[in-house]
Every structure is written in C-alpha cells, then in structure tokens.
C-alpha cells in the first residue's frame, strides 16, 4: 500500500559506472520529482515531471538523465558516476488539491554510495 | 536565485518546554510554506504548511507563524516529546512547483 516506492533502497557501486534508480506512485498524481539529500542533509530538487513531460532541471549534470515512460514512474539514470554522487536521492509525487494545499509525498529513499 | 535560510541548526530542549525554528525566504512570489519532518533514516514527511493569504495555522501542538512583509516564517513545537526528535525542513515555492528548501534544523528533545 505504500503511495511512493522506489527501488534499489541501498546502491553500492564502483566510480564510472551507470546505474537506475526506478521510482513508481500509485496515487494517481501528475506530477513527480528528484531530490538529492547530501551527507549535511541538505534536501535540493533535480528534476520535476508533469504528465511525463519535463518541468524542472535545476541544472544536474547531463550524466543525470529522468525517464518517465508514463505518469506513475519517475526513473533517474546516472552515467559515469562520480565520488560526489554519493547521496540519498528520494522520489516524491504531489497532489493539487482545491484548496490550494498541495503537499508533496516523498519515497523511502535510495542511498546510493559510490566508491 | 530563491533561497531559503533556516535557523538554528541544531536545537535541544527538555520535554515539555518549546521549540522554535525560524526560516527566510528570498523569492517575494513565494505563496507556499510547508514545513517537513525527517526521521532519522526515513522519508521527509509534510506536518503542516501555510499559504501567504493567512498569517498562523495551528495544528495541535504545532503551529507556524507568517510575516509576508519581513518574509519570515516560524515553526512553533509546544509540549515537546522525544518523538518530536527529528530534523525539520521548511521549505518556500510559488504556487508549488518547485519547493526551495531550509538548510533543515535537527531537534533533539530530552526526557
């Protein structure tokens, strides 16, 4: 039952290599997004779909490349990884509500450590 | 660009007395004023948010306090328990899309 999932939860892997991060929502939401949290915990956002279309790129490095093949996934792909990559990246889907309140729920999260 | 500065960093109270953490947000578009709690090891979670139409929203005993003007914007913990022991994010955007987040304040609260 849980409204964001994301999978791996823990990624260890070697410098240069690529891997994926997939992340799905079964809350029916149109709009999806990449956050990075780093070791000092700061919380910034990569990427933001709408409806499988890009939104946001809060300039990421093109190694970073999201996917959307339709509106409940999100997968992030990163090339060549890099030592600074290292970070705990979470998904999170958002409902718009009549009111205005539109609150954003985030993913378990995806520790990724690159050695 | 937009910026959001979050004070104090770390915080440690005793049970039962307030907590307080402050933000400033730099975009004056900036509508929207969620506060978030992050469990240690788990996902940020929304406990309350305020939009710029209304000064202060209470929700138990947690309250946020706006001022549009000074662009400010406070969380207010009363009664604190240890599982209110947490870090907390506070976070700006306009009209939601992009959330700008706080620097986040680890909160410790003692038995």
């Known amino acids: 039952d849980t409204a964001v999932s994301q999978t791996p939860k823990y990624l260890v892997t070697q410098m240069g290599n690529d891997k994926s991060i997939k992340c799905e929502q079964n809350l029916g939401h149109d709009t999806m997004y990449w956050y990075k949290q780093d070791s000092k915990k700061f919380l910034k956002i990569m990427f933001s779909?709408?409806?499988?279309?890009?939104?946001i790129n809060e300039t990421v490095p093109n190694r970073f490349s999201p996917k959307s093949p339709d509106k409940a996934h999100l997968n992030l792909h990163i090339n060549s990884l890099e030592l600074g990559d290292s970070a705990v990246y979470f998904c999170?889907?958002?409902?718009?509500?009549?009111?205005?309140?539109?609150?954003?729920?985030f993913g378990p999260g995806t520790r990724l450590t690159v050695l | 660009g937009e910026n959001v500065e979050q004070h104090p960093s770390t915080l440690s109270v005793q049970e039962g007395d307030s907590a307080v953490i402050k933000c400033t947000y730099s975009d004056s578009a900036s509508n929207y004023f969620p506060w978030y709690k992050q469990e240690l090891g788990k996902r940020p979670q929304l406990i309350i948010d305020i939009r710029s139409n209304v000064g202060e929203k209470k929700d138990q005993r947690i309250a946020v306090t706006l001022n549009k003007t000074a662009k400010h914007f406070s969380l207010h913990i009363t009664e604190t328990q240890p599982e209110d022991s947490a870090v907390y994010f506070c976070?700006?955007?306009?009209?939601?899309?992009?959330?700008?987040f706080g620097t986040g304040t680890r909160l410790q609260v003692f038995p």
């Open positions: 999170a889907s958002m409902i718009q509500r009549p009111s205005g309140d539109n609150e954003q729920f």
């Open positions: 779909y709408n409806n499988k279309e890009l939104i």
């Open positions: 976070a700006a955007s306009y009209n939601t899309d992009k959330l700008i």
